[in-house]
T-cell receptor, first 115, second 113 residues
Framework: GAGVSQTPSNKVTEKGKYVELRCDPISGHTALYWYRQSLGQGPEFLIYFQGTGAADDSGLPNDRFFAVRPEGSVSTLKIQRTERGDSAVYLC?????????????FGPGTRLTVL | GNSVTQMEGPVTLSEEAFLTINCTYTATGYPSLFWYVQYPGEGLQLLLKATKADDKGSNKGFEATYRKETTSFHLEKGSVQVSDSAVYFCALYGSSNTGKLIFGQGTTLQVKP
């Protein structure tokens, strides 16, 4: 079956611009996660959705970052006034309702470069 | 707070050598532990997991045992292959049920023929 898909695969933008990154989870997965992975580091948690609502947004670095999941499926991560430090690979994952052993399935990521 | 520490890489081995990648964690309660693998050009994939103390996760010849007394989850494989070359991430899921995985920094494994 189809896995988690993310678009675009690469995004190059200029400092100060607005970007949107899209995630399409596995069908039937109610939990969706966004992570950010900087070069040479492990993924860092940004936000977790259970259905349409953000159950934990404690990882969003500041108010320039925002994510939505209006119909409980596709999610969009939005970054305003991008900065060079936002350059990273943004990963999306989905799972069945979150629990201690539920596997998170990761997408291929969107590589964001802010010039 | 919860955290994961992995041995630094890169780790370079010859084919058929024994592999150990160390992982230790700090967590409250009883976390679940995972190893994820990222092959070149591919996304993160779950390799194995263990959800309670003394559990052993295994897959594709890799094993890791959840040791609560030493707060460790070391990854081992008896005989590595060139195709095992990848970046390996140890991760934990805290018992607070927030949904998030906490990852180590990753260890790059290079296996030479």
């Amino acid at each position: 079956g189809a896995g988690v898909s993310q678009t675009p695969s690469n995004k190059v933008t200029e400092k100060g611009k607005y970007v949107e990154l899209r995630c399409d989870p596995i069908s039937g997965h109610t939990a969706l996660y966004w992570y950010r992975q900087s070069l040479g580091q492990g993924p860092e948690f940004l936000i977790y959705f259970q259905g349409t609502g953000a159950a934990d947004d404690s990882g969003l670095p500041n108010d320039r970052f925002f994510a939505v999941r209006p119909e409980g499926s596709v999610s969009t991560l939005k970054i305003q006034r991008t900065e060079r430090g936002d350059s990273a690979v943004y990963l999306c994952a989905s799972s069945r309702p979150s629990g201690g052993g539920n596997e998170q399935f990761f997408g291929p990521g969107t590589r964001l470069t802010v010039l | 707070g919860n955290s994961v520490t992995q041995m630094e890489g890169p780790v370079t081995l010859s084919e058929e050598a024994f592999l150990t990648i160390n992982c230790t964690y700090t967590a409250t309660g009883y976390p679940s532990l995972f190893w994820y693998v990222q092959y070149p050009g591919e996304g993160l994939q779950l390799l194995l997991k263990a959800t309670k103390a003394d559990d052993k996760g295994s897959n594709k010849g890799f094993e890791a045992t959840y040791r609560k007394e030493t707060t460790s989850f070391h990854l081992e494989k008896g005989s590595v292959q060139v195709s095992d070359s990848a970046v390996y991430f140890c991760a934990l899921y805290g018992s607070s049920n927030t949904g998030k995985l906490i990852f180590g920094q990753g260890t790059t494994l290079q296996v030479k023929p």
